[in-house]
């Protein structure tokens, strides 16, 4: 079987090293590339891995490399023409921008040095719509969303003090109460989104109940399709000009 193609959280981590100034030749006895091909088989991205020894090896990810010199302006040579469309996607969105690329790249490094974040992260479904929205971040920023938002303790502590002070637990963009809309059923249900970005997490890994909000499942759904760029309260301005 063929392994399986590149995602977005790995061209991103390719792309990081094609543009780093000391990457060094694009060969796979390169120091460089050996430590991305390592990178590469912590994501946790596939579940399964077809071939441990060629999946994302050092010769595998030359050759993605290589693909990138096809698509720089700044390149005179050939380079390799066989790089999809999501390299062509993810390289022209960071080729001007590449102080985010980077960025994005050492959080993603940050997060899989964890051995447990990261065991507790391939736990974490992929979201069926993902695909289709899709987060320009990739995968791996997007499921530790998911996983920041799934502290149990503190989001039953955030819903108990809001009910206590408001008597009602609504969404903070469109004010939709699942108690008005389906009585005892709706009661003392609401989702909790994380609206800290997760740059800033990674400065203090503890969720305060001030780091979360209670949105309805179709908010939630909207700012997670660009999670980190619409806030609360640019979605609910959006919904207020409709």
Known sequence: MKNPKWQRDEIILALDLYFDPDRGSIEARNPNIIKLSETLNKLPVFPEKVDSEKFRNPNGVGLKLSNFLAL???????????????????????????????????????IISDETLRKNLYQIEDDENFEVEGVSEGQVLYKFHKYRERNNKIISAKKKTVLKATGNLSCEVCQFDFYKTYGELGFGFIECHHIRPISDYFDNMETKMSDLALVCANCHRMLHRNLGSVTIGQLRDRIKHI
């Open 72 to 110: 720089d302006p700044g390149y005179h040579g050939k380079g390799m023409v066989a790089y999809s469309k999501l390299d062509k996607e993810v390289f022209e969105e960071f080729y001007n921008d590449r102080v985010r690329l980077k960025n994005i790249a050492d959080q993603i490094r940050i």
